[in-house]
């Protein structure tokens, strides 16, 4: 049996080819290579690197089980140490680790690398740390907006005992547990960080925008001990989505929604649709001007949004418009109060973003419009979700609702969705409802999904 010899150097996250049959080089770059998209065409492009004859570690199992399919035994030298300091962390015992938790910790440490996929509500953010306190070392956290850098942070003191550092946000403060923004290692070079950690961990590893700027970035972080927390790595891969596989390998570790619905884990979802009349149809062929006729000043849609959220929030719950565009969440914030309702508008630019999200909380706010409430934000205590930004994304979907699928006793998290007339906005409702129907299973509602076959068939 051909013998094929791959090492990782020290210090290093690239696997280089030492020994091989001619054949075999030819055979990895064209399992590595992907079509780049370049808008109206494509371009091939390769994570094997031919001159160096080196491929991203992350890549390292699915090179292995490919060449062991062909016929060929492989060795692999592994000559990186695991560097850092010790943390000396305490586990706080109120946070009690589920089964599931410690079935994701205990596959962590056997792997030291891959995805670990937990739908929104499961605790992904107590299952990363407490694989940092079983290794007990330094550990970087990777995130992409200050909601989470900061909730991290907070997450850190509370649950390890350790002060964390802060790397973003104008902060530059590395401590043995450090969070930091990806945009800020990136613009200062990820060189500049003076601490040794242990442990790379990515939060929302599955955002495939911006895997060019994970590539970068994952590729320049040497780190043994290198994981992916992430609630929709479920897709398929395509395209640039194996770059996130080739900076932490793959998905590990997976647990549905549905298996923690019916344990009790998430509230059982309850699917609703909103239908509306357009008084006339757009003629715009450019999506952007459609979106703006059809989506954010189509005043027969929002009137229809604005009815479900105080229907809603009259039956006591804690309601969330999703929306995409801020001049559309101004639109319903100004209708919802022209109804005597008390709202809220929520984005990356709002000032007073932290009391306002303190008013939600405590409920002096019934209803808040957000463009802001995609992935990581921590509020519980949203129990209905109004999906008003249109748009197709099946990740965006997922991580949304997810945000009202947190158990609250007596009432089911309500998700609603907005049924659009115009044939393409109406391709997307479909593809939004898809994506429901693959990562709830059973707990999807059929009939309502029946509904909608009826109306395509028509």
């Not at 970087?140 to 909730?151: F, N, P, S």
């Amino acid at each position: 049996m051909p013998v094929v010899v791959l090492r990782i150097p020290d210090g290093s996250a690239l696997v280089y080819i030492e020994k091989a049959d001619p054949q075999v080089y030819f055979r990895i770059y064209e399992l590595l290579t992907y079509k780049k998209d370049f808008g109206k065409w494509e371009k091939p492009e390769s994570l094997y690197d031919p001159y160096e004859r080196t491929f991203p570690v992350g890549v390292l199992p699915r090179v292995k089980k490919f060449l062991n399919s062909k016929g060929y035994r492989v060795r692999v030298k592994d000559e990186r140490q695991v560097r850092g300091v010790k943390l000396n962390s305490t586990w706080n015992e109120n946070y009690i680790m589920r089964k599931y938790q410690q079935r994701a910790v205990k596959k962590a440490l056997k792997e030291k690398m891959g995805v670990l996929s937990l739908p929104v509500g499961s605790g992904k953010t107590v299952v990363g740390l407490r694989i940092i306190h079983e290794l007990d070392l330094s550990a970087l956290i990777v995130v992409h907006t200050k909601e989470l850098l900061y909730q991290w942070a907070d997450k850190v003191r509370e649950v390890l005992g350790v002060e964390p550092g802060i790397v973003g946000d104008n902060k530059w403060e590395e401590r043995a547990v450090t969070i930091a923004m990806i945009q800020t290692l990136l613009s200062r070079g990820a060189d500049k960080l003076q601490n040794d950690y242990a442990i790379v961990m990515f939060d929302e590893c599955h955002r495939t925008s911006a895997a060019e700027k994970f590539y970068q970035l994952g590729l320049s972080l040497p780190q043994v001990y290198r994981f992916g927390l992430s609630a929709t790595p479920w897709r398929r891969i395509r395209g640039e989505e194996i770059k996130i596989e080739a900076v932490v390998g793959p998905t590990i570790f997976e647990v549905r929604a549905e298996d923690l619905i019916r344990e009790g884990f998430l509230a059982k979802p309850r699917f609703e649709i909103v239908t509306y009349e357009s008084s006339m149809p757009s003629f715009s062929e450019r999506y952007k001007e459609l979106y703006e006729d059809m989506i954010m000043n189509n005043d027969e849609r929002n009137r229809a949004i604005i009815r479900k959220a105080i229907e809603l929030a009259r039956r006591g719950h804690r309601v969330l418009i999703d929306v995409r565009r801020i001049e559309h969440g101004k639109i319903l914030k100004g209708m919802l109060e022209k109804e005597g309702v008390k709202a809220e508008f929520l984005s990356s630019k709002s000032p007073n973003r932290w009391e306002i999200l303190e008013d939600f909380k405590e409920g002096r706010i019934p209803v808040l419009v957000s463009t802001l409430l995609k992935e990581g934000v921590d509020i519980p205590e949203i129990s209905a979700i109004i999906l008003a930004g249109g748009g197709k994304s099946d990740i965006m979907t997922i991580q949304t609702i997810g945000r009202a699928l947190r158990p609250k006793k007596g009432m089911k998290a309500v998700i609603v969705d907005v049924q659009d007339d115009d044939p393409l906005l109406f391709t997307h409702f479909l593809e939004r409802q898809k994506a429901l129907k693959q990562y709830y299973g059973r707990y999807y509602d059929m009939e309502m999904n029946l509904k909608t076959k009826k109306k395509v068939a028509k």
